[in-house]
């Protein structure tokens, strides 16, 4: 049999990384058609390099606290980085911080984030706690294309969670990573399956993806 290819990630953390540990795992199994080819941090000290380092992959920081030349130039610097690792898809899990404008433009459609809340709303940090002031009885993440403005771009995945009572922002945020988990490792196989398509509105459609599918990714939904 031919070598089949894989869609190259990089992923982009600055904390714990138990996303980028869903997606690695997802990667070990022979049949996922995606693989990480880069780990980067903005924070020397991510838990996160060391999940990457673990697995073998290539696991690289590089602090922007006093970057010469600020924003883009740090950005350009991470771009570059990325260009070298070969990498087809950005993948922002947990890089908390902000890219500018250029870093934006230059992965146009190859840059994808997820969120702990269920937008548009709760944008931002303190998202959780925002919810649970708001008094929502669902709450949940999302996985979407990376536009300018934060929290904004076309979204791919949801997944809902209920919010019980006595929840705090710890277990609130403890039963949304979970679907993260599970989420975003189903929409990169989407991507990398080439089913993923965002029309002029920003609407996305997920081509002869089956029901069940979608049910991997959001408890809320019945099978078949
Ligand atoms: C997740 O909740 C993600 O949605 C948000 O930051 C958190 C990162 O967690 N953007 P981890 O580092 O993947 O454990």
């Known amino acids: ?32 058609p995606a693989e990480i080819v880069l780990v980067f941090s903005n924070q020397l000290d991510a838990g996160g390099l060391e999940r990457g380092r673990k697995a073998d992959i290539r696991a690289e920081a590089i602090s922007h606290k006093g970057y010469p030349g600020g924003r883009e130039a740090y950005d350009n610097a991470v771009s570059t ?31 994808i984030n997820i969120h702990p809340s269920l937008l548009p709303s709760f944008k931002g940090l303190g998202v959780h706690q925002a919810a649970l002031d ?61 089913r993923v398509s965002v029309d002029a509105k920003g609407i996305v459609t997920v081509a002869d993806a089956p029901k069940a599918d979608f049910a991997e990714i959001n408890p809320a939904l019945e099978p078949g």
């Open 1 to 32: 049999m031919g070598k089949v290819t894989k869609l190259k990630l990089a992923v982009l953390i600055s904390g714990g990384g138990s996303n980028l540990q869903a997606i690695i795992d997802a990667c070990n199994a022979p049949d996922y």
């Open 81 to 111: 980085l990325i260009e070298e690792s070969g990498a087809d898809l950005v993948v922002l899990a947990g890089y908390l911080r902000l890219v500018s404008e250029s870093f934006v433009t230059r992965w146009k459609d190859k840059l």
């Open 134 to 194: 708001a008094g929502v009885k669902f709450a949940g993440c999302t996985v979407h294309y990376v536009v300018p403005e934060v929290d904004s771009g076309p979204i791919i995945a949801q997944a809902v969670v209920p919010v019980l009572p006595g929840d705090d922002a710890g277990k609130l945020a403890q039963r949304i990573l979970k679907q993260e988990h599970r989420i975003y490792p189903q929409v990169i196989r989407w991507i990398a399956e080439g």
